[in-house]
């Protein structure tokens, strides 16, 4: 740690048992001794009290297309001030940003520079962005920088959005809801063996997160899984998680399905194949949700938006960018069935 490190006292925690601090913004729910860090690496006790070391360490600022988030039913074709800190409270082994989340927890050492809230949100009004986007590392856990931000940027007029992994407790959600506008919650996988030996964490809460921010919230939630051949993509574990989305958070809830590529720790294995992604579509329609989109294929129809009662195409997209959108008052223009999302 440097002497630099900026002391900002951390959100939701409370005193335990002697110079013990218990941190509850994530699903570890660390119990943290004086001097420790938690989990996440990016929280420390001093003295019994918790403070945060990477709210002056924004290592990621810049504007995205919303579209990549993926967000598919929020502000189409609008451009998101994207920003990151360094750490995370999960360790997947095919991580795709593991160089900014997981070396402050292998080294203990940061990288990034002090932006402060008000620089963050005139950048973003700057490049005409429409919302901010906490992202590419685990938000959850810059969540003081990323409150202070997000109150503004409301103020201001601008969205905010959290790419996740669900490890938010209860306690967290409630503490973002009010500023917070959309969602993509990472479900990974349906087993916890899967989260224990690939995440080093559960499954169960981010199950829970999922079913409380569509019952209790107002954020627009779209979800994620990425297909690991062999680990996550077998017709029985898909059944299973499409049925839990759909009975849980509703049928009108995107569901992206994401194309893996080898990286990190884990490279022992084939891109996934085209077909699986073609059958974990078909699953996830036949479970009932409305609107299932492939991820990461170039050139897949499947990255369209059609209406799920009449069928006619509504938004077409090739990659990031929106080649048409015939949504008209959140409505189907041919049969005027209302497509769920903030267009
Ligand atoms: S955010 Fe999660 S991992 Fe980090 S200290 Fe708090 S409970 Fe632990």
Redesign the pocket.
């Known amino acids: 740690m440097t002497s630099q490190q900026h002391h900002k006292q951390?959100v939701?925690?409370h005193q335990a048992q002697g110079n013990k601090v218990?941190?509850?913004?994530?699903?570890?729910?660390?119990l943290?001794a004086d001097g420790n860090?938690?989990?996440?690496?990016?929280?420390q006790n001093k003295g019994g009290i918790?403070y945060t070391l990477n709210y002056d360490k924004v290592v990621s600022a810049n504007p995205d297309p919303i579209e990549k988030k993926p967000l598919f039913h929020f502000m189409p074709a609008s451009r998101s001030f994207s920003i990151a800190t360094m750490?995370c409270?999960f360790r997947c082994e095919f991580c795709q940003n593991w160089q900014i989340s997981q070396a402050v927890v292998e080294t203990g050492e940061f990288e990034g520079q002090a932006i402060s809230p008000e620089q963050i949100v005139s950048a973003a009004i700057g490049d005409g962005c429409k919302s901010i986007s906490y992202t590419y590392t685990e938000p959850?856990?810059f969540?003081e920088l990323a409150a202070d931000c997000g109150k503004l940027a409301k103020q201001k007029g601008l969205k905010n959005v959290f790419v996740s992994n669900g490890?938010l407790?209860r306690e967290a959600i409630d503490f973002a809801a009010p500023w917070l506008d959309a969602i993509n919650v990472d479900l990974k996988a349906f087993t916890e063996d899967y989260y224990r030996r690939l995440c080093k964490a559960k499954l169960q809460p981010v199950l829970e997160t999922i079913e409380y921010i569509a019952k209790h919230t107002n954020v627009w939630m779209e979800t994620t899984t990425l297909l690991l051949p062999n680990e996550n993509d077998s017709e029985e574990e898909l059944k299973r998680l499409t049925e839990f989305l759909v009975t849980k958070a509703g049928p009108d809830f995107p569901w992206h399905v994401s194309r893996f590529y080898p990286q990190y720790k884990y490279t022992n294995s084939q891109p996934t194949p085209s077909k699986s992604l073609q059958r974990a579509y078909q699953i996830g329609k036949q479970a009932g949700l409305r609107y299932v989109y492939l991820g990461n294929v170039p050139g897949s129809k499947d990255e369209n938006t059609y209406c799920y009662k009449c069928g006619n195409l509504l938004v077409e997209r090739i990659g990031y960018t929106i080649a048409s959108n015939k949504i008209k008052d959140s409505k189907c223009p041919n049969c005027s069935a209302k497509i769920a999302g903030r267009w």
Do not use: K, P, S
Request: include cysteine; glycine fraction near 8%; proline fraction near 0%.
């Open positions: 951390a939701l925690w218990q941190c509850f913004l994530c699903a570890h729910r660390c943290i860090r938690g989990v996440c690496a990016v929280r918790l750490g409270n959850t856990i969540m490890y407790t």
